[in-house]
């Protein structure tokens, strides 16, 4: 009984810490700022949990018709150039995903209806990975892969 | 008597000689030119102040994305802003330089005959300042390289032409500066030379060298390593460092008088600052 | 003070091709000060909205591994020459800004 109590208190603590200091480091959005932006997705530490929390479901299916531009060989992993582009009808949104990312959410685009099926911009990569372009059309999540190799440098890169 | 009308004579033959022995900074640009384009024969000569962007495709690409639309654009209109500022004093910084300060990037640095010492854009720009009464700005970074930032985008296209004047006193600063450039130094005792002449276009770990043809036209920098705008002297002192040697202080004699140098063995080659770079 | 956004907004055959780029630090609060050894808070754009003649055309979400200094493209039908472009950003200390520009 008193074990059981004793587990209780230092679950309770340890939860209100790492809130209290991901609060500190401005990770929790205050909630009167932005309803809509996705926390959980942005948190997510999984691509599947990060797909789920946004779009409701991580089933994708891989999709020819989704061009995704990325370098091979990243100059820099702070500032790698994406832009991904679809000739997909009826497109709703188009996400990207840097897999091996600790938060592996991005950004994700809510396009207009008369909006182009087309996005770039930069990302910073950790570490080598996939970038994966989520295109979504009514209820289907379509995707697409590059692998981008990030290195480490020689002059201080 | 004698011994008086031989030296002279001895000194005549010598200044009669052609200068094979002692070689001018004419000499110097013509092989250091000559030496790359025999290196890297497909690059056309004013691709060599893009730097690395003209020896790999796959960077060239990704440097052209960020091309199209640069960060170093929020430092450009910073840089404008505070040139067209006037000082406490009403002056603005167009009262110290040629042509309004305008379309002048491509004569810095230069060799100041009055002073006898080596003048950067940097240094003009805080001497500047300090003439009109206004405390002198970091040398590294922040508003100098907005300023700079801005002067050289005025002078882009503009062809590098550095002057090194028939004065001992200049020629000595370029030979220091050369010195500089090919002297081993630091902890992995490598010199300038070593990576950006004999191992240009060569790879350091996942790091393309670049050419020292060319280097210094683009300054300054937007390094994505550094998130923000830096100068010349901040990527020497950076460079000092990696070689694991104390770095100079930023507008010291020695980095002066080796962007003197620097810069020298660029001319005839345009002005494209300011840049981005990884 | 100079606006935090850069925006080209260009309309060809129809097609309005938006370029933007915001001066932000987009810092992940996972990096330590050099100096303090502390970790830099967390300080990021969540949202950017674009309107066009107010009917918004794309509403972007950010998550802090958004390059530094962040760039944005996107295109839309149905823009002319002389239209509005309004473009706004929120981060997630709650500050913002926008910029209101017209199609080339």
Same mark, same amino acid.
């Given at each position: 009984m008193s074990n059981m109590k004793r587990r209780t208190f230092l679950k309770g603590t340890l939860a209100a810490g790492a809130a209290g200091m991901a609060v500190s480091a401005g990770l929790l959005t205050p909630r009167a700022v932005l309803a809509a932006w996705p926390t959980a997705a942005f948190e997510a530490k999984t691509v599947p949990d990060a797909l789920t929390s946004l779009m409701g479901s991580d089933k994708l299916d891989g999709s020819d018709k989704i061009t995704i531009k990325a370098p091979d060989i990243a100059e820099n992993g702070a500032v790698v150039p994406v832009s991904v582009e679809t000739s997909i009808e009826g497109v709703s949104s188009i996400s990207i995903i840097s897999e091996k990312n600790a938060s592996p959410l991005s950004a994700s685009f809510k396009l207009g209806s008369g909006t182009e099926a087309f996005v770039a911009t930069r990302i910073k990569l950790a570490k080598t990975m996939s970038v994966v372009a989520v295109v979504k059309s009514g209820d289907k999540l379509y995707s697409t892969g590059k692998e981008v190799k990030v290195t480490i440098g020689g002059c201080g890169g | 008597m004698n011994k008086l009308l031989s030296i002279i004579a001895i000194l005549g033959i010598v200044a009669s000689l052609p200068q094979t022995s002692v070689a001018t900074p004419e000499d110097d640009l013509k092989a250091f030119q000559e030496y790359y384009k025999l290196r890297f024969p497909e690059v056309p000569f004013n691709d060599y102040v893009n730097g690395v962007y003209a020896l790999d495709a796959d960077s060239r690409a990704q440097w052209e994305a960020i091309e199209d639309f640069p960060p170093y654009e929020l430092n450009i209109e910073k840089g404008k802003e505070m040139f067209n500022k006037p000082f406490k004093n009403g002056k603005t910084y167009a009262s110290c330089f040629k042509n309004e300060g305008i379309g002048i990037r491509q004569n810095y640095p230069y060799f100041d005959t009055k002073t006898g010492k080596v003048v950067t854009l940097e240094g003009a720009i805080n001497a500047c300042r300090e003439a009109n009464g206004e405390e002198p700005l970091g040398w590294k970074k922040g508003p100098l390289a907005d300023i700079s930032a801005y002067m050289a985008?005025?002078?882009?296209?503009?062809?590098?032409?550095?002057?090194?004047? %028939?004065? /001992?006193?200049?020629?000595?600063?370029?030979?220091?500066?050369?010195?500089?450039?090919?002297?081993?130094?630091?902890? @992995?005792?490598?010199?300038? =030379? %070593?990576? &950006?002449?004999?191992?240009?276009?060569?790879?350091?770990?996942?790091?393309? @060298?670049?050419? =020292? @043809?060319?280097?210094?036209? &683009?300054? /300054?920098?937007?390094?994505?390593?550094w998130g923000e705008l830096g100068t010349t002297q901040r990527r020497y002192g950076g460079c000092n460092e990696q070689v694991r040697a104390k770095a100079f202080k930023p507008q010291s004699e020695e980095y002066n008088n080796l962007e003197y140098f620097h810069t020298y063995m660029s001319n005839g080659l345009e002005v494209n600052g300011p840049g981005a770079r990884k | 003070m100079a606006n935090s956004i850069k925006v080209r907004a260009k309309v060809t055959g129809g097609v309005t091709t938006v370029k933007a780029l915001i001066s932000h630090p987009m810092e992940t609060g996972l990096v330590k000060d050099k100096k303090t050894g502390e970790l830099i808070p967390a300080h990021f754009i969540q949202e950017v909205t674009c309107e066009h003649n107010g009917t918004n055309v794309l509403t972007a979400w950010w998550g802090a591994s958004i390059s530094k200094n962040p760039y944005l493209s996107f295109r839309f039908k149905g823009g002319k020459a002389g239209d509005t472009l309004k473009l706004h950003w929120v981060d997630n200390k709650g500050e913002s800004d926008s910029l209101e520009t017209k199609i080339a």
């Open positions: - | 985008y005025t002078s882009r296209g503009n062809v590098f032409d550095i002057k090194i004047p %028939d004065d /001992p006193r200049a020629i000595d600063a370029y030979n220091k500066g050369k010195q500089f450039f090919y002297a081993k130094r630091g902890q @992995l005792n490598m010199a300038c =030379a %070593d990576c &950006h002449v004999y191992n240009a276009g060569n790879r350091i770990r996942a790091d393309l @060298l670049s050419p =020292a @043809l060319g280097q210094l036209t &683009h300054f /300054p920098v937007y390094r994505s390593k | -």
